[in-house]
């Protein structure tokens, strides 16, 4: 597989199984910073470009990588892996990092005064999030499916009151751009989630969840920004519609 230098690495990420995981690991930002060339995305993060397509080409090859090649798959079948995968994930954790957040502070507070503006980053991201989630679960995807359904029954698309798919999509990408600026603050605050050497169980555990979150939320952002909002306007102008 030759992999071409200039290629976007939010489109590499889609197209090449496994290549997310090793952006990952790497710290590439594949999601909102997806517009990026590989080559380019690597020189700023201070990484070798050859080595990074090398590994991404040893990931591609693996059965686990293969098995998660959405581009291959409905839109309405990705978008029932990012409600019950990705959604649900994001909720649960949401709430429990709020409790260790507080706990965490209240303890620690008064000697770490970072916590005050983790905390407050948090729960800017918790509300972006909670409403982000709620307006494609009841607007964006609904339509998407209707959508699908529609061409595949050789049926006529029915006009959304938002005019065009590439609206709400528009304004997801926007807030998707804003989650990931609030999880690159909370990196920072954290000093890369450098557990000090007086945290407790619940500050690792806190700590933890906030990292576990992030690369969850990449994944997340990654499946919509590069796969399914793409398709979805593409499918939207070959029904005729996106005027």
Known sequence: MAIDRTKPVGSLAAEIPGSTGVLEQLGLDYC???????????????????EVIRRIEQASNSDDAASQQWQKKSLTELIGYIIDRHHEFT???????????????????????ELVDIESTFQGLKSEL?????????????????????????????QPFFGTVKNPVRMMMMEHDGAGQALSELRTLSGDYAIPSDGCASFHSLYQALRELE???????????????????AMEARAGGGV
């Open 32 to 50: 909102c910073g997806g517009g990026n060339s590989i080559k380019d995305a690597c020189l700023s993060a201070g990484l070798d470009p050859e």
């Open 91 to 113: 909720r649960r954790e949401l709430a429990r990092i709020e409790e260790l957040s507080a706990k965490v502070k209240a303890v620690h507070g008064e000697k770490h005064s």
């Open 130 to 158: 909670t409403t982000h989630m709620l307006k494609e679960e009841q607007v964006l995807f609904p339509y998407i499916r209707t959508m699908e359904g529609a061409l595949a029954h050789d049926k006529a698309v029915p």
């Open 215 to 233: 690369a969850d939320l990449h994944e997340h952002i990654h499946l919509e920004n590069n796969i399914l909002f793409p398709q979805a306007i």
